[in-house]
């Protein structure tokens, strides 16, 4: 390793003080059948498997003196071979995002990337073969750092392989983008590092990472570490030869990248630099000039890091996967109650999908009523063909399967079904009259301790409450459509909910596996206002006179995961006029109810768009129902109008106290509204783009939150 990597990285060690600090624990072991004695290095931060182990500056110089180690023993013919494992459970899982957030000079950001790069490649130049056993969780860095040794194994039950770097807005930069590639061919490292990045960061299981080619041979996790060391020990004596297909470097190559770039395409629109450097840096890999893909990595990655989107990234990262744990305002856990039984008034699709959802996660006795003895059997029938589809796929046996079933019933009579329930949701007509009577009925049979619980998307809760006798007991309980994928869940208190309600709403939340954030009973509450306010002036331009076309197009730069009359179709036209009526009668200076919404409402119809050609097309119809007045805006001046409106409502929102913070709103997009990662929710964008300031005369947070610090 060069003098200046070790000097830039005891550099970036001192930028960061508080890295939890990767040891590098070099031992000695016999191998198998006479094969000789062997060096196995093992990844450890000294903690248990919820810490995982990481590599930050420190950590990487740690690896390095563990390989000047064995290089020096190899050199001398003591050892035949190296090893590299991780602790119980966890192989690595890369970088060490807290420190990277912390950089504020590129060459700081170029030393990370050569950091990496040196000493992971030493373990493909020692005078022995290496050899990565991937015993746990690997990802980033840990899955590169195998990458870099002559051989692999995996173990079956590994939970989560891969490189999720383009997820957050980097590159897979200590190997990835260049090795990937030349070991298994192109079109799977695309699918790997562009795909599955850009599918909300999808996971690959051991057998996968095998079939795939990652790996040279996959063993049961109980024994894996012994059974790769017999395999080793094979490898190493000749006994076992491994074979790799060759790969292709002719048009396939070209094909992948392309298919790359068609992924991303449709995923981000050109608004989000990372996967475009990634798929720049594989198409230069067709060549196998290593080193080269090496050092378009380290400058790949050190743009990256010094731009907006990793750090809006990262700090969506942490919104996920810590404020979403521990959520803002939420009482003291201690103060729940417990739930053993769960009643769900209505069994229409929405209520059926919440009978599903608390019937997989509590395992608890649910009931669902209705008006009529056909929609409860048909409510009753959609979880149990739920049920019958999981087990056809092998995710549940016949035994938990039957046990499901016969824990799920339905009744007419709320008393019957209610005495001894201990959480009752309502998911009944949008229509704060028919919700006050259902709750009234609700409160007459159910007992003193239950939660009553609204699924309320805009009514008010408070109001909803009023008239009963115990509206302490209320809690707003807003799930998003598809229940099975949104994980966002808006918890409302209401004007007189109290903290052991709401505490137990919480840890209902939390065994539903929801993302929980507490919100302010305000119309609409948090989501929904947003893009109600954002879909109302998209609206507004089109009822003025901007062509469809135009206003779907103005705002692609924000890379949304569908186009606003995309999404309108999947909510549905007539919800999102109901929620725009709401609004309007709530705030009438800003929210208006289209009349061009009104019409297609009206005519019946479910969207803007017909697919005859596959691709969204305006629907004839809703063209002739569409009356525009004569005021043309351009793409810029459209985007320029959305935004600023988008921020106007956040900033009203954080000073009527809707959340705690501006991280609770893009929380809330993120998780309820597909917003993508790569913006870090709709602030930082904001921010980025000096929206807020312009409108809101400052930034919504800090400098050096979501952005490169000052």
């Excluded at 990655?301 to 907006?308: H, K, P, Q, S, W």
């Excluded at 109600?532 to 006179?545: A, H, K, L, S, Y």
């Excluded at 809703?622 to 109008?641: F, I, N, P, W």
Aim: with cysteine; hydrophobic share 45%; proline share 5%.
């Amino acid at each position: 390793m060069s003098t200046t990597t070790a000097e830039l990285l005891k550099g970036a060690a001192e930028l960061f003080p508080d890295e939890v600090v990767t040891q590098a624990h070099v031992r000695h072991l016999d191998l198998p059948y006479d094969a000789g004695t062997f060096a196995l290095i093992t990844l450890d931060n000294g903690l248990d498997h919820t810490k995982p182990t990481t590599f930050g500056p420190q950590s990487l110089a740690n690896l390095n003196a563990a390989v000047d180690q064995v290089e020096k023993e190899a050199a001398e013919g003591g050892i035949v071979g190296v090893g590299i494992t991780g602790k119980p459970f966890i192989f690595a899982v890369g970088a060490d995002l807290k420190g990277v957030e912390l950089l504020k000079a590129h060459d700081d950001a170029l030393a990370i990337g050569k950091g990496g790069h040196d000493v992971f490649k030493r373990l493909s130049g020692l005078a022995v073969p290496t050899f990565a056993y991937y015993n746990g969780a690997a990802m980033g860095g840990g899955v590169e750092v195998g990458l870099h040794c002559t051989y692999r194994t995996v173990s079956k039950a590994i939970p989560a392989f891969s490189l999720p770097e383009v997820f957050l807005g980097l590159v897979p930069g200590w190997g990835g983008c260049a090795l990937l590639p030349n070991l298994i061919g192109a079109e799977k490292a695309v699918s790997v590092i562009i795909e599955n990045s850009l599918n909300q960061n999808r996971q690959l299981k051991g057998k996968q990472v095998f079939e795939l080619g990652i790996a040279d041979a996959i063993f049961e996790g109980a024994d894996f570490l012994e059974q790769s060391l017999l395999w080793t020990a094979n490898v190493l004596k000749g006994d076992v030869k491994v074979e790799r297909p060759e790969v292709d470097r002719g048009e396939a190559w070209d094909q992948a990248v392309a298919k790359g770039r068609f992924i991303a395409d449709g995923k981000v629109h050109g608004a989000a630099p990372a996967a475009y450097r990634a798929l720049d840096i594989i198409e230069a890999a067709k060549s196998g000039d290593l080193q080269a893909g090496f050092d378009a990595e380290d400058q790949a990655l050190a743009d990256l890091i010094m731009g907006g989107e990793l750090r809006s990234g990262i700090y969506a990262f942490n919104l996920v996967q810590k404020r979403g744990k521990r959520p803002a305002g939420a009482p003291s856990k201690d103060l729940a109650r417990p739930v053993t039984k769960v009643g769900v008034v209505g069994a229409g699709l929405m209520a059926s999908q919440l009978a599903l959802l608390f019937l997989r996660r509590l395992e608890v006795p649910v009931v669902l009523t209705d008006i009529d003895q056909e929609r409860v059997d048909k409510g009753v029938g959609y979880v149990h063909a739920e049920i019958e589809k999981l087990l056809g796929k092998g995710r549940i046996n016949q035994d938990k399967a039957n046990r499901l079933k016969a824990l799920v019933t339905g009744v007419l009579d709320k008393a019957e079904g209610f005495a001894d329930a201990d959480f009752i949701i309502e998911a009944v007509f949008e229509e704060i009259g028919v919700k006050q009577q259902v709750f009234a009925e609700v409160e007459a049979v159910a007992p003193a301790h239950a939660i009553l619980a609204t699924n309320t998307s805009s009514l008010s809760v408070s109001e909803m409450a009023s008239k009963l006798k115990h509206p302490e007991r209320v809690v707003g309980f807003h799930f998003f459509n598809p229940v099975a994928v949104l994980p966002l869940l808006e918890i409302v208190r209401g004007e007189q909910t109290d903290d052991a309600s709401l505490a137990t709403a919480f840890g209902v939340a939390k065994k539903l596996k929801k993302t929980a954030v507490l919100v302010k009973d305000a119309p609409a509450f948090v989501v929904n206002r947003i893009l109600t306010r954002f879909m109302g002036e998209i609206q507004n331009v089109i009822d003025e006179g901007t062509p469809v076309a135009v206003a779907e197009k103005a705002v692609e730069p924000l890379g949304l995961p569908m186009s606003p009359l995309v999404l309108l179709e999947l909510v549905g036209p007539a919800i999102g006029l109901h929620v725009s009526e709401t609004l309007h009668g709530a705030f009438p200076e800003r929210f208006t109810v289209s009349p061009n919404l009104k019409a297609v409402v009206d005519a019946g119809k479910r969207g803007f768009y017909v697919y005859d050609s596959g691709k969204p097309e305006l629907d004839p119809e809703v063209a002739a129902l569409l009356k525009q007045g004569d005021s043309v805006l351009t793409e810029e001046q459209v985007r320029d109008r959305v935004l600023d409106a988008v921020a106007q409502e956040i900033g009203l929102m954080l000073a009527e106290g809707v959340v705690a913070e501006a991280q609770d709103i893009d929380l809330c997009l993120i998780t309820g509204a597909g917003w993508p990662f790569h913006l870090g929710g709709i602030t930082p964008y904001l921010d980025r783009e000096g929206v807020s300031e312009r409108v809101n005369g400052k930034r919504f947070l800090e400098q050096g939150v979501a952005s490169v610090p000052a």
